[in-house]
T-cell receptor
């Protein structure tokens, strides 16, 4: 049983560019949440998707958007990249309403230069 | 926004020693969680606490949900080399909500 898988594992982008990160949830899970983890900090909640809709959002600008597909996989899109967007982006999956039982992926390390 | 203050930020101990770290908040949390993160990996759940005053163990790990619902601690007994890593507390404000608020982490280093 595969856990949460994220791709790519590492990515380097230039300021102003756009990036798409991908997440496949653990088998059976229907909810995906995205977190940003800056170096030396704890993860910060970006948003959560369930039934292909954004259900909850953290304090992140509109440059951060997402999508969930019918197979529950999800994408995180970031437009107009800033240097400060450099971070580890984590995907967590769970059953809806059971966020305390979420499983995290290994993350995508994004570097903006 | 909500913040969790986790302390200490780092710990350097000898193998076999006991470890204690804690987390406090100005907000009341419905659930407290403790995670461990190894380099290049995502956080892994160690212990989940659902009731004020609850004391829960997982092997050598013990955690408690504070009576005020604004704090929690994690103890590790008889530390071993594989305990090295970063430990995070996290809280859930609303039951059933997906959003978790994380502390800044405690980096544990063990000298053999």
């Amino acid at each position: 049983d595969a856990g949460v898988t994220q791709s790519p594992t590492h990515l380097i982008k230039t300021r102003g560019q756009q990036v798409t990160l991908r997440c496949s949830p653990k088998s059976g899970h229907d909810t995906v949440s995205w977190y940003q983890q800056a170096l030396g900090q704890g993860p910060q909640f970006i948003f959560q998707y369930y039934e292909e809709e954004e259900r909850q959002r953290g304090n992140f600008p509109d440059r951060f958007s997402g999508h969930q597909f019918p197979n529950y996989s999800s994408e995180l899109n970031v437009n107009a990249l800033l240097l400060g967007d450099s971070a580890l982006y984590l995907c967590a999956s769970s059953f809806f309403g059971r966020g305390t039982e979420a499983f995290f992926g290994q993350g995508t390390r994004l570097t903006v230069v | 926004g909500q913040q969790l203050n986790q302390s200490p930020q780092s710990m350097f101990i000898q193998e076999g020693e006991d470890v204690s770290m804690n987390c406090t908040s100005s907000s009341i949390f419905n659930t407290w969680l403790w995670y461990k993160q190894d380099p290049g990996e995502g956080p892994v759940l160690l212990i989940a606490l659902y009731k004020a005053g609850e004391l829960t163990s997982n092997g050598r790990l013990t955690a408690q949900f504070g009576i005020t619902r604004k704090d929690s601690f994690l103890n590790i007994s008889a530390s071993i080399p594989s305990d090295v890593g970063i430990y995070f507390c996290a809280g859930q404000l609303e039951q059933g909500a997906q959003k978790l608020v994380f502390g800044q982490g405690t980096r544990l280093t063990i000298n053999p």
